[in-house]
Protein backbone atom coordinates (compact mmCIF):
# COMPACT_ATOMS: atom_id res chain seq x y z
CA UNK A 1 0.00 0.00 0.00
CA UNK A 2 1.39 3.04 -0.95
CA UNK A 3 2.09 5.74 2.01
CA UNK A 4 -0.13 8.84 1.18
CA UNK A 5 -3.14 5.72 1.44
CA UNK A 6 -1.99 4.52 4.27
CA UNK A 7 -1.66 8.42 5.54
CA UNK A 8 -5.18 8.88 4.34
CA UNK A 9 -6.66 5.59 5.80
CA UNK A 10 -4.87 6.10 9.22
CA UNK A 11 -6.34 9.72 9.20
CA UNK A 12 -9.82 8.71 8.69
CA UNK A 13 -9.47 6.51 11.43
CA UNK A 14 -8.70 8.83 13.76
CA UNK A 15 -11.36 11.51 13.10
CA UNK A 16 -14.18 8.42 13.12
CA UNK A 17 -12.17 7.34 16.19
CA UNK A 18 -12.37 10.87 17.80
CA UNK A 19 -15.91 11.49 16.90
CA UNK A 20 -16.80 7.93 18.99
CA UNK A 21 -15.50 8.43 22.00
CA UNK A 22 -16.52 11.73 22.00
CA UNK A 23 -19.72 11.26 21.76
CA UNK A 24 -19.64 7.97 23.64
CA UNK A 25 -18.17 9.81 26.57
CA UNK A 26 -21.35 11.83 26.95
CA UNK A 27 -24.04 9.67 26.25
CA UNK A 28 -22.46 6.80 28.33
CA UNK A 29 -21.39 9.05 31.38
CA UNK A 30 -18.04 8.27 31.22
CA UNK A 31 -15.61 9.46 33.91
CA UNK A 32 -14.00 12.37 33.07
CA UNK A 33 -11.74 15.28 34.20
CA UNK A 34 -13.90 17.89 35.24
CA UNK A 35 -12.59 21.74 36.47
CA UNK A 36 -14.80 23.31 39.48
CA UNK A 37 -13.66 26.95 39.42
CA UNK A 38 -14.90 27.74 42.51
CA UNK A 39 -13.14 25.06 44.60
CA UNK A 40 -10.44 25.42 42.22
CA UNK A 41 -9.93 21.63 41.66
CA UNK A 42 -10.17 19.03 39.03
CA UNK A 43 -11.72 15.85 39.37
CA UNK A 44 -12.76 12.92 37.96
CA UNK A 45 -16.79 12.50 37.57
CA UNK A 46 -19.42 10.97 35.30
CA UNK A 47 -22.00 13.69 35.61
CA UNK A 48 -21.33 17.19 35.72
CA UNK A 49 -23.35 18.20 39.05
CA UNK A 50 -24.26 21.35 38.03
CA UNK A 51 -23.85 24.34 34.72
CA UNK A 52 -20.29 25.63 36.32
CA UNK A 53 -17.74 22.48 36.81
CA UNK A 54 -16.23 22.29 33.53
CA UNK A 55 -15.95 18.80 31.95
CA UNK A 56 -14.77 20.05 28.34
CA UNK A 57 -11.35 19.06 28.35
CA UNK A 58 -12.05 15.48 30.05
CA UNK A 59 -14.32 15.03 27.17
CA UNK A 60 -11.58 15.64 24.25
CA UNK A 61 -9.26 13.74 26.48
CA UNK A 62 -11.71 11.00 25.43
CA UNK A 63 -11.87 11.89 22.08
CA UNK A 64 -8.28 11.91 21.80
CA UNK A 65 -7.41 9.36 23.39
CA UNK A 66 -9.89 7.51 21.12
CA UNK A 67 -8.58 9.27 17.86
CA UNK A 68 -4.99 7.97 18.53
CA UNK A 69 -5.86 3.73 19.36
CA UNK A 70 -8.31 3.85 16.04
CA UNK A 71 -5.31 5.73 13.84
CA UNK A 72 -2.54 3.49 15.14
CA UNK A 73 -4.61 0.17 14.72
CA UNK A 74 -5.41 1.04 11.12
CA UNK A 75 -1.48 1.79 10.81
CA UNK A 76 -0.71 -1.24 12.16
CA UNK A 77 -3.32 -2.93 10.04
CA UNK A 78 -2.21 -1.17 6.80
CA UNK A 79 1.40 -2.36 7.06
CA UNK A 80 0.25 -6.02 6.58
CA UNK A 81 -2.01 -5.11 3.37
CA UNK A 82 0.15 -5.21 0.43
CA UNK A 83 -2.63 -4.18 -2.42
CA UNK A 84 -3.55 -0.52 -3.24
CA UNK A 85 -6.72 0.90 -1.99
CA UNK A 86 -9.31 1.20 -4.70
CA UNK A 87 -11.01 4.51 -4.88
CA UNK A 88 -14.46 3.40 -3.47
CA UNK A 89 -12.60 2.19 -0.68
CA UNK A 90 -10.50 5.93 -0.16
CA UNK A 91 -14.44 7.64 -0.82
CA UNK A 92 -15.58 5.22 1.72
CA UNK A 93 -13.37 5.89 4.24
CA UNK A 94 -13.65 9.53 3.50
CA UNK A 95 -17.37 9.46 4.34
CA UNK A 96 -17.39 7.05 7.23
CA UNK A 97 -15.34 9.87 8.67
CA UNK A 98 -17.49 12.72 7.07
CA UNK A 99 -20.47 11.09 8.51
CA UNK A 100 -18.73 10.47 12.20
CA UNK A 101 -18.48 14.21 12.23
CA UNK A 102 -21.80 14.86 11.67
CA UNK A 103 -23.31 12.70 13.91
CA UNK A 104 -21.47 13.63 16.33
CA UNK A 105 -22.35 17.61 15.62
CA UNK A 106 -26.04 16.37 14.83
CA UNK A 107 -26.02 14.79 18.76
CA UNK A 108 -24.44 17.74 20.79
CA UNK A 109 -26.67 19.68 18.78
CA UNK A 110 -29.53 17.80 19.91
CA UNK A 111 -28.59 18.03 23.42
CA UNK A 112 -28.34 21.64 23.31
CA UNK A 113 -31.86 21.99 21.31
CA UNK A 114 -33.84 24.21 24.03
CA UNK A 115 -31.27 26.92 24.13
Sequence with gaps: MATWQRT???ACA???GFAI???MSDYGHWPRFTYFPYERQWRVVSTVPGPVPMNYLGTVAWGLSGAVVAAGLVWLASCWWRRELSKRA???L???ALLAFV???AYFTWNLWPF
Design 90 to 92: LHM
Design 8 to 10: YAA
Design 14 to 16: AMI
Design 94 to 96: GGW
Design 21 to 23: SYT
Design 103 to 105: YAG
